[in-house]
């Protein structure tokens, strides 16, 4: 138990520091030296820095941006109307709250893309926002191939949206209006890709 509590103790400090200072330049020397501890104890509790990573980036996900997977989650359980369902998790994953993790899931997700196996294993489940979209879509009527591509391609042009929300300023009135201009993007592009799902076309409820 005492190990255990000194793991999530590390874990923590680990968690925050990676999101306050990013990973890109991140070394397990640097990190041991930021939450006290020393390489071999951080090696010892998590097996490598890329471990210690994708733990630090579910830890930061669940336990201060819980909204974000709980967005996904929704998503696949959800009873209610496609189009207001899809709506709601853009609504919450692109929240100004969220954006703290979006920038540390991009870096992350940079690394991966580099074609580094490690850094795909970071991501792990957080990385895998197609799945709940593919389930959701295949209880829709989709056939799961088709559920597949279809996922592929909303979570594709959320990201997209996502990265740009991320560079849109430092605040101020200018970042209000492009951020304006992103939803307004948004909404356009879900209700096109709406009309081609089964049952799910129509604006939501509120809107014009």
Not at 89 to 110: C, D, K, M, Y
Not at 117 to 131: K, P, T
Request: aromatic share 8%; glycine share 12%.
């Amino acid at each position: 138990p005492v190990a255990g509590g000194e793991r999530e103790r590390l874990l923590g400090l680990v968690a925050a520091h990676v999101l306050e200072h990013g990973v890109t330049s991140l070394t397990l020397r640097g990190v041991a030296g930021a939450v006290g501890s020393n390489n071999r104890m951080l090696l010892y509790y998590f097996g490598s820095k890329e471990a210690l990573v994708g733990e630090a980036l579910r830890a930061v996900g669940e336990e201060r941006f819980p909204g974000f997977a709980t967005a996904w989650s929704a998503l696949e359980r959800g009873r209610g109307p496609l189009r207001q369902d899809l709506q709601r998790v853009w609504s919450a994953i692109a929240a100004p709250e969220h954006l703290p993790f979006l920038r540390l899931f991009f870096e992350v997700f940079g690394q991966a893309a580099r074609g580094d196996e490690r850094w795909r294993g970071v991501l792990g489940d957080i990385g895998d926002w197609q799945r709940p979209a593919a389930v959701r879509f295949a209880r829709e009527g989709l056939a799961p191939r088709v559920a597949q591509a279809r996922a592929t391609e909303l979570v594709a042009l959320w990201r997209g949206l996502q990265m740009t929300l991320l560079i849109t300023g430092a605040g101020g009135a200018a970042e209000r209006e492009r951020r304006r201009a992103v939803e307004e993007v948004q909404r356009a592009a879900l209700d096109a890709f709406c009309a081609r799902l089964p049952g799910a076309a129509g604006p939501v409820a509120g809107e014009g």
